[in-house]
């Protein structure tokens, strides 16, 4: 797993975890406001800069990457 599927990772992870998921939910992901989006984006661009910062295809854990700060 590399900086590609880490980030993709979080970006899906970040969408479940903001409720959006799944076809019933699609008007709500598609009205998602920019700073939302915003959010989403800089969160999965934490997970990959994680798995860039350290040897082999490690990605970060749900834990590892809340303690990086969002600039």
Do not use: C, W, Y
Not at 26 to 37: F, I, S, T
Not at 59 to 69: C, D, H, I, K, S
């Amino acid at each position: 797993m590399g900086a590609g599927d880490s980030f993709m990772a979080a970006l899906l992870s970040g969408i479940v975890d903001r409720g959006l998921d799944g076809a019933q939910n699609r008007k709500d992901l598609r009205e998602l406001p920019a700073e939302g989006l915003a959010e989403l984006l800089a969160h999965a661009a934490r997970a990959a800069a994680v798995t860039v910062s350290r040897p082999g295809a490690n990605p970060p854990t749900r834990a590892e990457l809340n303690a990086v700060p969002a600039e």
